[in-house]
């Protein structure tokens, strides 16, 4: 069975400085891995995602997310945070095969100014 | 890319009746997925809505409480039946685009229950 570790539920950076927001998974076989966002009252939407290739993904808003295989982990990252920023982010690993995701517990990312 | 528009937003249920959400995608799509979230928590997997077959139900979700229906490629169902007050969550309904990588949602249905 597949699992997305979020080891944080909250963590807090003040504007201007780097953030990272951790994610560790379980699975059996090559994982797709995924970061989702969700604003305020507003529908999840997609970040970036990891298949093969480059270990370092860039995604949307400034985004980008290393996959390490050794230590099956894929943090979300982003140089220089801003207050819009603030939100809710999963993290989520897909079985190739059924095609269904298991999602992390989730992080909230506040930025303070 | 998809748009997904799932109906209705919200509703505000009695404890014992049945509520069907509808999920429309603008474009043909091979796996659409509902899933609960509890409000600021994950999202749990209920089902793979299966195209003119019966849903697949994750582990803890049985197909009596929350029937299924996706009858053609762009459509789907959610019914939660005979509602309690734990059944109060936001249910949202999602797809895989082109390429069935990334997921796509729907803009939920906050279901409250009294």
């Known amino acids: 069975a597949q699992s997305v570790a979020q080891p944080e539920d909250q963590v807090n950076v003040a504007e201007g400085n780097p953030l990272t927001v951790k994610c560790t998974y379980s699975?059996?076989?090559?994982?797709?891995l995924f970061w989702y966002v969700q604003y305020p009252n507003r529908g999840l939407q997609f970040l970036l995602k990891y298949i093969t290739g480059d270990n370092l993904v860039k995604g949307s808003y400034g985004f980008e997310a290393e996959f390490n295989k050794s230590q099956t982990s894929f943090h979300l990252k982003k140089p220089s945070a801003l207050v819009s920023d603030s939100a809710l982010y999963f993290c989520?690993?897909?079985?190739?095969?059924?095609?269904?995701?298991?999602f992390g517990d989730g992080t909230t990312l506040t930025v303070k100014p | 890319s998809a748009v997904i528009s799932q109906k209705p937003s919200r509703d505000i249920c009695q404890r014992g009746t049945s509520l069907t959400i509808q999920c429309q995608v603008d474009?043909?799509?091979?796996?659409m997925f509902w899933y609960r979230q509890q409000p600021g928590q994950s999202l749990t997997l209920i089902a793979t809505?299966?195209?003119?077959?019966?849903?697949?139900?994750e582990s803890g979700f049985v197909i009596d409480k929350f029937p299924i229906s996706r009858p053609n490629l762009t459509f789907s169902t959610l019914t939660v039946s005979n509602m309690s007050p734990e059944d109060s969550s936001i249910y949202l309904c999602?797809?895989?685009?082109?390429?069935?990588?990334?997921?796509?949602f729907g803009s939920g249905t906050q279901l409250s229950v009294l």
């Open positions: 809505a299966n195209q003119g077959s019966e849903a697949t139900y």
């Open positions: 699975v059996s076989g090559n994982p797709y």
């Open positions: 989520a690993v897909r079985d190739t095969n059924a095609g269904k995701s298991t």
């Open positions: 999602s797809v895989t685009g082109t390429g069935n990588e990334k997921l796509f």
């Open positions: 474009s043909q799509v091979t796996m």
